[in-house]
């Protein structure tokens, strides 16, 4: 059974940091492309970040280019998601998933999504 379990939400000032996590379980982590979405109360689930699951190849949203950071730990199974320079716009659920194939993370259909971790940043 996949699990993606995401933490490291909460509240924060604009202008501050987190760190999110993503720990992934039953399936082989190294395999998957994985990406980072969110959904902001009363609108659609929204693309932020993704990296491709062999060279590393990174991809953001544009409202958040320069600002956040995708990383992934094989190893430990963990995807990683930093965020800087926190905006009110960013308070959202953040959602984490794999995908075998990287065209369903463009067309926002991966195979796995995690259950969510909330992200408030007041202003």
């Known amino acids: 059974q996949v699990q993606l379990v995401e933490s490291g939400g909460g509240l924060v000032q604009a202008g501050g940091s987190l760190r999110l996590s993503c720990a992934a379980s039953?399936?082989?982590?190294?395999?998957?492309?994985k990406a980072w979405f969110r959904q902001a109360p009363g609108k659609e689930r929204e693309f932020v970040a993704a990296?491709?699951?062999?060279?590393?190849?990174?991809n953001y949203a544009d409202s958040v280019k320069g600002r956040f950071t995708i990383s992934r730990n094989n190893p430990k199974n963990t995807l990683y998601l930093q965020m800087n320079s926190l905006t009110p716009d960013g308070t959202a659920v953040y959602y984490c998933a794999c995908a075998a194939v990287y065209s369903t993370i463009v067309s926002g259909t991966p195979d796995y999504w995690g259950q969510g971790t909330q992200v408030t940043v007041s202003s």
């Open positions: 039953g399936l082989t982590f190294s395999s998957y492309h």
């Open positions: 990296i491709s699951r062999r060279d590393d190849i990174t």
